[in-house]
């Protein structure tokens, strides 16, 4: 990362800009700084910050048990070593409204180009468990509108998620996403959500933004980037697909690693160590090196 690299603040000009555009925004989920790397190299739009796996690369499943220092120090980690926008999971802002306000601040500094804050009870879960609640749509606008407050970049993304389908039904996350972009969100998050008739539904509901949550084995239809742009959605994730792609390779290699006492076999499978040294921009620090130290012994 030596050559120059968009600043936060253009990060964020680009990423407002690209949700208005119109086009869908792909952001995989990155489960460390180098796959943020191959997601900028495959040329998607945008990088997703897992809260699910941050707690997972901690060993921790994810029921809010991860603190905002922790996921700053990530989330700054992962969105410098790319030039694409990257959105944070922020959970539920980690407290009241005012640590909500404290949070965006906090991820503004990382770099990040934006966060969404969710109306789930402390401690949450993840979305597509049962046994959810909902704090009362009082105090979930009031986390948006602390958040819309604290933020000093105008262009830091602040997407408001509302996991009320799952408690209260559908009728309830359409009158909160209403609210929620009344109080100032920028961006909407209807999570759970189980087909495409109900991000249609969002869609006629609300003028702003919206993203679709693409992860595995939950609680919704994996739908293709074209059928999600034709029900009006803007920007899609897929939070968990890589570290799940990730784990499971990693579990077949140690597996052959035990059982035949040599990774050979599977060596047409690995990254070659070339390709780590191209995505790793190798190169570029050998001629920063050469023309910083230009003495010659
Ligand atoms: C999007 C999400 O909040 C996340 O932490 O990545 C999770 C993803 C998952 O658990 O599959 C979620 O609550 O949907
Ligand atoms: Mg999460």
Do not use: W
Not at 21 to 44: D, V
Not at 217 to 226: P, Q, R, T
């Amino acid at each position: 990362m030596l050559h120059a690299t968009p600043t936060a603040a253009e990060k964020r000009a680009a990423f407002r800009a690209a949700l208005d555009s119109g086009e869908l925004q792909r952001f995989p989920g990155a489960f460390n700084p180098l796959s943020a790397k191959l997601i900028e190299r495959q040329g998607f739009e945008g990088v997703y910050i897992s809260g699910a796996v941050l707690s997972a690369d901690l060993g921790l499943p994810d029921i809010g048990l991860t603190t905002i220092t922790e996921v700053a120090g990530r989330a700054q980690q992962i969105a410098r070593v790319t030039s694409l926008p990257s959105l944070v999971d922020a959970d539920t802002g980690f407290g009241e409204p005012m640590n909500a306000a404290r949070t965006v601040q906090l991820l503004e500094d990382a770099g990040v180009a934006g966060m969404h804050l969710e109306d789930q009870v402390n401690p949450k879960r993840c979305g597509h468990l049962d046994g959810k609640d909902v704090v009362d749509r009082e105090t979930a606008v009031r986390r948006i509108k602390a958040a819309v407050q604290a933020r000093r970049d105008p262009n830091f993304i602040i997407a408001a998620r509302t996991d009320a389908k799952a408690v209260h039904g559908m009728a309830e996350a359409v009158d909160r996403a209403k609210e929620f972009a009344d109080a100032g969100a920028d961006l909407l998050f209807p999570e759970a959500m189980a087909d495409a008739a109900d991000f249609a539904r969002l869609r006629a509901a609300v003028d702003i933004p919206i993203l679709a949550n693409m992860t595995e084995f939950g609680k919704s239809e994996l739908l293709d980037a074209k059928t999600l742009e034709s029900a009006g959605v803007n920007l899609v994730i897929y939070p968990v697909t890589l570290l799940r792609l990730a784990m499971h390779a990693t579990e077949t290699g140690l597996r052959t690693l035990a059982e035949q006492g040599t990774q050979a076999p599977l060596l047409d499978r690995m990254q070659h160590r070339r390709e780590l040294y191209e995505l790793l921009d190798y190169a570029d620090y050998t001629a920063f090196d050469e023309n910083v130290f230009t003495f010659r012994l």
